[in-house]
């Protein structure tokens, strides 16, 4: 991939010093240094974890947060043309792959620095995020992000849970426990997505391994998963992070609080929250069990938890 990633970056007005290896766990990541010292991040996405469209819905959001806000995040770096993603293909690789250049996003992630403190500022960040997704409606025809209307709602995402193949991992009581999870979480995507006219975009994956600390402020990476949806699912998606922590109930209460000093808090009824978690858990459950070596003991955790959401909030 170091091959398709030099070919992607001479669409760009950047003298490169040298490239670094960063990641693969979905997309495969490089930190680019010009030789004029400037640090950035180019993104080769992956076919399975969004398309081409969705990747058009991230850029459109990022420049209008770039025209009318001043929070700090991540941005596309313009190509020479002005376009923002560069197809590129090499031989060995299958296929065009979609990638951006993104400018880099200085200090730590918010994993180091959890406390109430700062997960007021991720409320207020996230309050400001909806805000601004409410000015931007109606969505040009031509953006299209994916939505969050299902437990598996990725692009051509294999359900795994309940296939034959996967029996070994699968007991037939945890089957029915994600069955039922997802007849439930289908109630309440159906009740959200049927008021249309309350749709904005939405981050999708605000986590704190997705926002950096740095000199006290916050700073947003990783648009990729940008929705059509509602505030309430971005709350239930970063809330879902660290929920087994001890302090955690101290952290949700604080969010809440940044998140109310800006605009009314998103949530409509008892159990919304752990609803949209439990799917989400489920989404999780599917995916591990696809792509890791040993993924027993996660799903037989997550399943005990979910068991737990069914015996409180179950018909």
Known sequence: MRSLAVKALREYDLRVQ???FLADDTNISF?????DGANYVLRIYSDEETTLTENQAEVFWLKALKRDT???FTQPVPRVDGESITLASVPGVPGEKRCILFTWVPGRVLENFLNPQN??????????LHDHAETLKPLPASIQPKKWDRAFYYPNEPVVYNDPDYKHLFSDQ?????????????????????????QILIHGDLHYWN?????????I???????????????????????QRENYPE?????????????????????QIETLQAARSVNFINYIARIHDSPQEYINERCVELQEFVKQFGE
């Open 119 to 128: 997960y007021f500022k991720l409320g207020v960040t996230m309050a400001k």
């Open 174 to 198: 945890q089957i029915e426990i994600i069955d039922q999870v997802i007849c439930i979480a289908d109630e309440e995507f159906a009740r959200l997505y049927a008021d249309q006219e309350s």
């Open 31 to 35: 930190k680019i240094r010009s030789v």
């Open 251 to 271: 952290l949700r209460e604080a969010f809440q609080q940044g998140y109310t000093s800006c605009s009314a808090w998103p949530v409509e009824r008892l159990g």
């Open 18 to 20: 040298w490239i670094k």
């Open 70 to 72: 001043d929070l700090n």
């Open 211 to 219: 926002v950096n600390m740095y000199r006290g402020e916050l700073y």
């Open 221 to 243: 990476m990783d648009f990729e998963d940008v929705m059509l949806g509602y505030p309430v699912q971005d709350v239930a998606i970063t809330l879902y992070y660290g929920s």
